[in-house]
């Protein structure tokens, strides 16, 4: 397999947003008409936090790959809080398609973790022309016990560890901002209906929806409950020994799953 071209991009949308992303090319795609493989990251993600896992699922599925930071992340533009309720609908329904747009990506793969499966979720029920599958990872649909519990016990290491000294390593002077838009967000008690199923009906494309057997952050019924609304179309996926973060945690099961999904599209 060829080697991947990276380059970093800054998209300027329509509104004056800025996202910063990177696309990976391969030599042997350029003329072609193929998808591209586009990654969503978590509630407190960054494009470093995926690690190498770009570069290895470039390589394992021979796609181009593009990888940004959403609004508020990284080197893209910030954001104010407080966030609103529906801000994963938003990501999905207002805001991917301009990305998509600006980065000049016609056909895509979503591929999203956590927060940005929920929102591969919507995208993929918003865009329907354009995304060709999708996968997820610990996805969620709506607030279980165990998300509530799970974001409560981050709140308790991030006010009593060093967790914020980690989490800075990515995120500067962002930090404290971004873990207040994540977990006040989530335990307002106006936030607690989150419900995503009304979505569900309208995705047609093969989906697969993986997550760790050991997620603290979501139930096993998230995943059945996905499968279920999207129907026939979608496939479940739950890795043993692996906690909310599949593809560092079970980086091999990962791409193995991913890539024979890939590869059973035809694309």
């Known amino acids: 397999m060829d080697e991947i ?19 990976g090319q ?41 990888v940004y930071e959403r609004r508020g992340y990284g080197r893209s533009s910030p954001i104010t809080l407080p966030r609103p309720d529906d801000y994963l609908e938003q990501e999905g329904r207002d805001w991917l398609k301009p990305v998509l747009d600006a980065a000049g990506l016609e056909q895509v793969v979503l591929v999203g973790h956590s927060d940005g499966g929920s929102i591969a979720l919507i995208g993929a029920a918003c865009l329907q022309d354009r995304v060709v599958a999708i996968i997820t990872e610990a996805a969620h649909i709506r607030i279980d016990p165990l998300t509530t519990a799970g ?13 914020p000294t980690r989490l800075a390593r990515y995120h500067g002077d962002r930090t404290d901002l971004l873990f207040r838009a994540w977990h006040e967000t989530w335990l307002r008690p106006r936030f607690q209906p989150l419900d995503l199923t009304g979505w569900l009906k ?15 952050y979501g139930e096993r019924a998230q995943v059945d409950d996905i499968v279920s609304g999207i129907g026939e179309s979608a496939e479940a996926l739950f890795l043993p020994n692996c906690g909310h973060v599949p593809h560092l945690q079970a980086q091999q099961a990962t791409l193995k799953a991913m890539q024979r999904f890939i590869e059973a599209l035809k694309i």
């Open 151 to 163: 974001i409560h016990e981050a709140v308790e290491l991030y006010n009593s560890t060093d967790l």
């Open 26 to 66: 391969h030599h042997h795609n350029e003329g072609w008409d193929r998808p591209t493989l586009v990654l969503l990251h978590e509630a407190l993600g960054h494009i470093d936090m995926w690690k190498d896992f770009p570069q290895q699922l470039a390589d394992e599925t021979g796609l181009d790959i593009f």
């Open 5 to 23: 071209r990276w380059q970093e991009r800054l998209l300027t949308l329509n509104d004056g947003t800025e996202i910063f992303a990177l696309h």
């Open 202 to 216: 309208a995705i047609h494309c093969p989906a697969l929806i993986m997550q760790g057997e050991d997620d603290q």
